[in-house]
Every structure is written in C-alpha cells, then in structure tokens.
C-alpha cells in the first residue's frame, strides 16, 4: 500500500472513529 | 477504539442462478461464479483487510457475512462456505426465498451456526404468488416453519410498493403467527427486473403515509417492526439530529459493508450495480480505502440536488440505490443525486 492510500485510509477511519461515537442506538446497516 | 462498534458486513451473492423469477428482482441476468478456493482467497483478503484495520487503527469490530443469490441453496457448496467464513471467526448470514429449506435443510443450516436467516416475503398469498410465482408463498412459509421448529432465528423482509404497501396489519399479524424475531420493510428500486414495476414505486407522499403507519408497531410486543431504509428512521427521528462529517447510520453505501456479486465484482450497494472492482483482482483494503466512488459516497460536498443540504445527511443521504435507479432511467449515470422519494428534506 503506497504513502498516498495509507493517508487516506488513516483519515478514512480517523473520521470513522469520531462518526461512530455519535451514533450509539442508531441504525446502520441496510441489507439489500 | 473505546465505544462503538464498527458493524462492517459483506453481502455476498454467491450465485444468481434461482428457482423463481420475481417480477421485482434487482438481478437481471447472470454471471460466472467464483468456485469455493475462489470464495476462499477472496475471505482471506477481506479478512486481512479487517485485520489490518484493528491492528493498525484499533477498530473494536463486529464483522459480518450476508450471503445470498439468487438462491444460496441453490450452491452445492453453500455449507463449506459457510463452515470456511465461520471457521476465520466471522458471523454468518443467509439471505434467502426460502422456498428449498425443507426440514432437513433447516437442521443443517442450525448445525452451521448460522445467525439468521432472512426470507422474502412479499405480501399475502396473492400477492406474494403475483410478484414470485403461484405456490411459491406456500413454500416460502414451509420453509420458515422449518427454520422455527429448528431453533433458527428467521426474520422477513418485504419489499414495499403500491402493491403490497396497504398489507402491514396483516404481514406483521403472520409474521407474530410464524414465529420469526423481526419483520422488515425495504423499499422497491426499480433496477434490474424492478424496472418493469417502475409505476408501482411509492411516492414521496406515500412513503411519509407508508412510515407513519408502521410507526404504530414501534413497541410491538410479539415481533420486532422495522426498515432497513434510511428513510424510516427519519420518520422516526425525535430530538436533537446528530451531525458529523463522515455518515454515521442510514445507507451502508460507502460506509458499512459492500456487496459482492457470484463473478467477484465488488459494488457499494448489490441494487446500485456499480462496480468498483473485482474480489480476486484487488486487494480489498486498498480498494477501501481508495476507491472514488466510495469516497464519493462518504463526502457531503460531492452530493447535489438536495441531501447535501439537509440536516439529515449523516444519519440518513436517502437510498443511493433509488437515486441511482431513477438518474438512470433519466439518462444519467449519478449515484449522488436526490433520493426522489425523499418526503423529509430539512434544510441546515
């Protein structure tokens, strides 16, 4: 995995991680 | 990671060959399927991808495996499959018409440890035969019978349009009779054969109606009444409206699973039919964390025609499926635009 896709990958679950404590008792998954 | 889990899944088509031909399928044709070493490597690179994310980013995970066709019965080696993704420690899943679950195949799928399994059922029997074929209600609900008296958790998933649309009194009566944990309400994209039933989709209008009516059965006592629609929890929604930069609930597109189809092809969405890539071309966690169109999916500013303007986007963004769909049927290839049937628009 190259610098580029490391950066984007830690922001993606940096924003996942602050998204997620928001969300307690709230739906997240659809299944189609 | 202290709190929340991160319920990332995986729908799995492992073929899409079926025994019925339902008038509203979001499939329309078929494609190769990947043999069980195929489906093998392919978990592993999954796998390696979720392990990465606890390790490198301490993600407290709860991983999952949907799988479903066309008709997972209807793969000789559904239950090696299933044995294979079990034994690398991941919850698994059927999705299912039901229809091929005898006893006997009930008692397997409890001896695999299966989660649940989840059959589609489209209304009552005239209905149901009208959208899947004459008889095949009676099998359907055999086949739930089946999974009850097995000890399996059965739980029914509806796809709700004008047809079927006036029937929750008497599905969510059936589902209490048949013994199943839950009853869902998904709405129709009209995409694939779907697009054949392009006249019969709710309104904006008639979803509020439609939601507001199975508000009703929010404490339901016997079965629990839900929708996996974004939508649906707004209609639910009391109390402050949570915000946050990266979507936190209502569509999974993008955030929390993918979809993979029988040939590998990875899609944000199985109703989106947007490839992003193959399963046995790319490495899964490079995909994750690269793709364009994933991206594109996480961010507010690349939305347009209302959801990036609305209260609601992180917890909602309307169904990307339905948008898709209806963008196409305009001529336009446009995953971001408005939910159409969006009747909960709120300005910021």
């Given at each position: 995995m190259n610098e580029e896709l490391r950066e984007k990958e830690a922001r993606l679950f940096q924003s996942l991680k602050e998204a997620l404590e928001?969300?307690?008792a709230l739906t997240r998954s659809c299944l189609a | 990671?202290?709190?929340t889990a991160y319920d990332f899944f995986v729908q799995w088509h492992l073929t899409e060959r079926c025994n019925l031909r339902c008038r509203h399928c979001y499939q329309a044709g078929t494609v190769s399927e990947m043999g069980y070493e195929e489906i093998c490597r392919a978990v592993d690179n999954i796998r390696s991808a979720i392990q990465s994310w606890v390790t490198e980013y301490?993600?407290?995970m709860s991983p999952s495996f949907h799988f479903t066709g066309g008709e997972p019965f209807l793969r000789k080696d559904l239950f090696e499959i299933l044995r294979y993704v079990r034994d690398c420690g991941f919850s698994v899943s059927l999705m299912s018409n039901g229809t091929l679950i005898d006893s006997n195949m009930a008692c397997r799928i409890k001896e695999a440890g299966v989660n649940d399994v989840q059959i589609s059922l489209d209304g009552i029997e005239a209905t149901h035969d009208s959208l899947r074929g004459r008889g095949s209600y009676t099998r359907t609900l055999q086949g739930i019978g089946n999974l009850v008296d097995q000890g399996v958790e059965a739980n029914i998933n509806l796809t709700v349009c004008r047809i079927n649309a006036s029937q929750t009194a008497r599905l969510v009566r059936l589902a209490e009779e048949l013994g199943v944990s839950a009853i869902a309400f998904s709405r129709l994209v009209p995409t694939g054969r779907g697009k054949g039933l392009s006249d019969e989709a709710l309104t904006g209008p008639e979803v509020a109606s439609f939601y507001k009516e199975l508000r009703k059965y929010k404490d339901n006592p016997k079965v629990v009444?839900?929708?996996r629609d974004p939508?649906?929890?707004i209609a639910g929604m009391d109390g402050e409206i949570p915000q946050a930069e990266m979507p936190i609930a209502g569509c999974a597109a993008g955030i929390f699973g993918v979809t993979i189809t029988a040939d590998g092809t990875i899609m944000p969405c199985r109703r989106m039919d947007l490839p992003v890539g193959n399963i046995k071309e790319v490495s899964f966690r490079e995909l994750w964390a690269g793709s364009?169109?994933?991206?594109?999916l996480r961010r507010r500013e690349d939305y347009h025609g209302g959801c990036e303007s609305c209260r609601y986007w992180a917890i909602c963004r309307g169904c990307r499926a339905i948008?898709?769909?209806y963008a196409r049927a305009s001529g336009h290839e446009d995953y971001l635009g408005p939910d159409p049937q969006c009747p909960y628009?709120?300005?910021l």
């Open positions: 928001k969300s307690k | 990671m202290k709190g301490e993600m407290q009444v839900t929708s939508l649906a929890a364009s169109v994933l991206w594109a948008a898709l769909a628009h709120c300005p």
